[in-house]
């Protein structure tokens, strides 16, 4: 192995030509946390590293990934900080990686032992690319097979945007990141959703992506109140609001054309949440928003129109609530 770079960002180390680091955030799951770390050890790719980051657990997971460290002391290595969250979490390991090749993975997923092996190749054959990804599978926690190709991982696309205007299109494991396109997206944020946001920095660089037509990973289906959609609701949508506007910046510097109907679908919904927003009594926020619901809408509808007036009027926190209204007498 070879260094290939004076020093991986904020860590002072040199980056090793062909390492994949893997990091891996952890918060209370000593026991999830094994599966996630075995399936690293299992790649059929060598060299490897796994960062493990103890995000403040208050049960024993700190004690099983320094056991962890022990057991496999030229691979795993740990980190322990203050609870902030996942995205801190990630950006505190991804400081300390040192691999060409960046592989994030949550405490409850697992990769297949040959995605490292046929993803690395990828980028090398294609040179122009900075991202790999494959298949991701959707598995319930019995171990059955709950969606083959889960969300778009079944297809092949050449690039981030438009598509991430409509979804975050696959999972935060299903990637492989070159180190490059990972510093030129910088940090990752401590706001949610994080993961989307860091690949909407990395779109908006044009990055472009290469498909491996091959189960890469698997993604566990359960309840969590720590996954982004399923925690608080209010506070769910006061994260959404803060990242829509970084989105459409991205989407626009990608080109995403002010026709396509990705961007349509994004006026859209901006638009629906800025009346989310005006019933919890989020006003500001919420006529932020309605201006980038119009700025992002090829043509204003007329329900737009009729909801500025009556905003004008009324204001964001009544429309907010007619409109909830009109959702729940319609559902």
Known sequence: MSAISDSAPGAGSAIVEGLVSTIIPVYNRPQMVLKAVDSVIAQTYRPIEIVLVNDGSSDNTGEVLDQLALKYPEVVRVLHQENGGAGLAREAGRQAARGEYLQYLDSDDWLMPSKFEVQVAALRQHPECGIAYGVTQLVNERGEIVNATSKWTGEAHDYLFPGLLLDRWWHTHTPLYSRHISDLA??????????????????????????????????????????????????????????????????????????????????????????????????????????????????????????????????????????????????
Request: proline share 3%.
């Open 186 to 331: 910088g940090a990752w944020p401590r706001q949610r959703p994080e993961d989307w946001d860091l690949e909407a920095r990395m779109g908006a660089h044009r990055v472009k992506l290469v498909y491996c037509n091959t189960v890469v990973s698997c993604h566990l289906d359960h309840d969590s109140d720590t996954r982004f959609s399923r925690g608080n609701h209010e506070a769910y949508l006061r994260d959404e609001a803060w990242f829509l506007p970084r989105l459409y910046e991205c989407a626009i510097k990608a080109g995403v054309a002010g026709t396509a109907p990705e961007l349509a679908h994004f006026g859209r919904w901006v638009f629906m949440r800025a009346r989310h927003l005006g019933a919890m009594g989020e006003t500001e926020v919420a006529r932020s928003l309605f201006a980038l619901a119009r700025r992002a809408s090829p043509h204003t509808t007329f329900k737009m129109r009729v909801t500025g007036i009556l905003a004008g009027l009324v204001g964001w926190k009544a429309v907010g609530k007619m409109a909830r209204l009109r959702e729940r007498l319609s559902s």
